[in-house]
């Protein structure tokens, strides 16, 4: 590997090259060749719940990330409210999630509660479970124990950073 960095190796084995495409999780070929890639992740909507169902049925296209970022986080996720307003996350906003299933109380988190996706604070106090808005307009949503597994709350990713288009 290192003398093909190096440049001393000028081709690759379709197999091997395969492989090298599996490991990084995009396609080396039009790198080998000399071509600039841009590195994507989808971007959906905040409207289901779970990566999978966001693909199927929320996909709106696709965000531009550098190779950093594409290592770090799975899927952007646009925002179409103002609950984590005061953190600077508003209607139109791109957030960039990682799928976890835990996250600390102060991570922003994207929670599933009966099948509907929030951002939100999530903690674990008294017998509840706490899903906080940053808006403070908004209440806090509380749920007994019994209530979350009835309703099935989970963290499903945890926020890496948001960005802005304007």
Known sequence: MNRWLRGEVQSVQGDTADKISEILGYDILPVLHGNLVDLKKPV????????????????????????????????????????????????????????????????IAVVVADDIAYLRYYKKENGYTILSASNHDLEDMLFTNAQARREHVRVIGKVLFSKNEY
Do not use: C, T, W
């Open 44 to 107: 959906v909507s905040l409207k289901r719940a779970g990566y999978e169902l966001f693909i199927m049925q929320d996909h709106l296209g696709d965000a531009v990330v550098s190779s950093e970022e594409y290592k770090a986080g799975d899927y952007f996720i646009k925002v179409d409210n103002d609950d984590m307003k005061d953190v600077g996350i508003v209607d139109g906003s791109l957030v960039y999630v990682k799928k976890v299933n835990r996250v600390s109380p102060e991570e």
